[in-house]
C-alpha cells in the first residue's frame, strides 16, 4: 500500500480546483490506512482474556518489553474502541460493530474493578492482572491527574455509547473528584510535573476535552446533567482562550506564573508547545461551534495557523517539539526545573501525536474557515507524516512514532514508556467523520 496516496492525488490541484471527488479521495484513504494500517496493530495487542490492550512495546514496535497495564492509555484506548463502534454501526468505517463491543465490555470491567482507590482516585499503573503498582518507587499509587481524565474519558464515552446510565454516573463522579481536586491546588501531574508557582495551559484543556464528551454522552442518555456539562465546556474553553491565548500574535502559553510580573523572558513562559496548542484548538473548535462562540473559534483557527508557522523546521520539515514564541530553540532564564530539562534536552525531537493532530486540525480549520493557509499546512503535513512516521515494515504496521530532528527513529521515551494507542487512530477517526459529514470544496 502507498501510505501517501492522499497527497499523491491532489498535489498538483490548485487549492481552487479542490472538489467533492478529493474529498472522496481523501476518505477512501484514510479509511483504508485505519483499516489496512493501524487496527490490524492494535487488535494483535488486544488482552483477549482480561480486557485492555498492551502497550509497553518499543519504539519500532515489534517486541512487546512489558505486560503493565498504564490506566493512561487504557481509558483512550476505550475512547478509541467505542467511537471505532459508533462509526461502524453508522456505516462510515467497515466492520461490524460487535466485536468492538465485547472487548469494550472487558476492559470497562478491568478498569472499574482495578483502577480506582480508596479515595476515589485512579492508580496510574497496573499489572497485566490489574494489581496496582508504583510508576515511582515509594510515591504512591495516584500519581497523575491525566489517567483520571483519561478514565472518565473513556468510561463516558463507552457509557454514552451503550445507553449505560448506572456506568455514565459512576463515571460523573470520578469527573467530580476529579475538579475537586483541580479546585483545591492539589493535583499531581506526572510524567510531566507543573513547576512550582505555575499554572498549567494542559490542565483546562484536558478538562475541555472530559467536559465536551461527558456532555455528549449525557446528550444521548438523556441526563439532565447535559446542560451543566456543556457549561464546564464553555468555562474552560473561556480559561484557555481568555487567560493562555494571545491576541497579539495567536500564539498559546504553556505555563502562567501566579506571579505575572516575574514571567519576563523566562523559559517558561517564552516556551511554546506546537503540538499541544493545535490539539486545545480542535477542542475549542468544537465546543464554540456548538455554543456559537463564533470570537473563539476565529481565534483557535489563527491559533493553529501560528502554530504550525512557528513550529514547522525550515531544515529538516515536520513540527518541533517546543519552540520559542518567535520560532526556533527556546531561550530564556531558566529556573531548572524538571519541565525545563525536558524543553532543553527535546525541543527539537519529532514526535508522532503533534503530527496527527495538525492533519485533523488544519483540515477542520480550513473547513470551518476557508482560510487556504490551512490547506496549504494540511497539504504540506500530510506530505511529511506519511513519508516520515509510517512503519516500513507492513507486515508490523502502524508509525515509527518518535524520531529525531531529522526524522530518524530514536529509542526515547516521550511520556510514558509506551506506543500509545491514541493520536493517530482518533485523528483519522476525526477525520474520516468530518469528511463524511463535510464537503471540502468551499
Not at 262 to 274: A, K, V
Not at 307 to 320: K, N
Request: charged letters at 25%; one cysteine or more; glycine letters at 8%.
Amino acid at each position: 500500500m502507498t501510505y501517501w496516496i492522499s497527497w499523491r492525488l491532489i498535489k498538483k490541484r490548485s487549492l481552487k480546483t479542490y472538489s467533492d471527488s478529493v474529498n472522496k479521495k481523501l476518505l477512501y484513504f484514510y479509511k483504508r490506512y485505519v483499516t489496512e494500517n493501524l487496527l490490524p496493530f492494535w487488535k494483535n495487542a488486544l488482552d483477549v482474556r482480561r480486557g485492555g490492550v498492551y502497550t509497553c512495546f518499543n519504539n519500532a514496535g515489534d517486541r512487546l518489553v512489558s505486560k503493565d497495564k498504564y490506566t493512561w492509555s487504557q481509558g483512550r484506548f476505550l475512547w478509541l474502541w467505542s467511537e471505532i463502534a459508533r462509526l461502524a454501526a453508522e456505516g462510515k468505517l467497515d466492520g461490524k460493530q460487535e466485536p468492538y463491543l465485547a472487548h469494550l465490555s472487558k476492559t470497562a470491567a478491568f478498569l472499574e474493578e482495578n483502577v480506582f482507590l480508596e479515595n476515589g482516585n485512579c492508580a496510574f499503573l497496573l499489572a497485566e492482572e490489574g494489581r496496582k503498582k508504583e510508576s515511582i518507587p515509594g510515591e504512591g499509587y495516584d500519581t497523575s491527574l491525566y489517567a483520571d481524565c483519561f478514565v472518565a474519558l473513556g468510561l463516558g464515552k463507552l457509557a454514552g455509547l451503550t445507553r449505560d446510565i448506572p456506568r455514565f454516573e459512576r463515571t460523573l463522579a470520578l469527573y467530580k473528584r476529579i475538579r475537586q481536586r483541580i479546585g483545591s491546588g492539589n493535583i499531581r501531574t506526572e510524567p510531566y510535573p507543573v513547576p512550582q508557582g505555575y499554572r498549567a495551559h494542559s490542565i483546562p484543556m484536558i478538562m475541555l476535552n472530559v467536559a465536551q464528551e461527558l456532555a455528549a454522552a449525557a446528550g444521548q442518555l438523556d441526563h439532565p446533567t447535559e446542560e451543566e456539562l456543556l457549561g464546564h465546556s464553555i468555562s474552560y474553553m473561556r480559561d484557555v482562550m481568555d487567560n493562555f491565548y494571545r491576541e497579539e500574535d495567536h500564539g498559546v502559553v504553556e505555563m502562567l506564573s501566579d506571579n505575572p510580573s516575574s514571567e519576563g523572558d523566562t523559559l517558561l513562559y517564552r516556551h511554546r508547545n506546537p503540538g499541544h496548542t493545535i490539539e486545545s484548538m480542535w477542542f475549542v473548535i468544537h465546543t464554540a461551534r456548538q455554543t456559537g462562540h463564533s470570537r473563539y473559534l476565529e481565534r483557535a483557527v489563527a491559533a493553529i495557523e501560528k502554530a504550525v508557522d512557528t513550529g514547522w523546521d525550515p531544515d529538516y520539515g515536520g513540527l518541533r517539539r517546543f519552540t520559542d514564541r518567535e520560532g526556533g530553540k527556546p531561550w530564556g532564564s531558566s529556573a531548572s526545573s524538571a519541565y525545563e530539562q525536558l524543553i532543553a534536552d527535546s525541543w527539537d525531537m519529532k514526535l508522532w501525536w503533534p503530527h496527527s493532530e495538525a492533519l485533523y486540525s488544519t483540515l477542520l480549520g480550513y473547513m470551518q474557515s476557508g482560510n487556504k493557509r490551512l490547506l496549504q499546512h494540511y497539504e504540506k503535513m500530510e506530505r511529511y507524516v506519511f513519508e516520515t512516521f509510517p512503519h516500513p515494515d507492513e507486515e508490523i504496521g502502524e508509525w515509527i512514532q518518535i524520531r529525531d530532528r531529522a526524522g530518524k527513529p530514536i529509542d526515547k521515551i516521550a511520556a510514558l514508556p509506551v506506543k500509545d494507542p491514541f493520536h493517530i487512530l482518533r485523528n483519522m477517526l476525526l477525520i474520516i467523520d468530518l469528511l463524511e459529514d463535510t464537503d471540502v470544496d468551499q
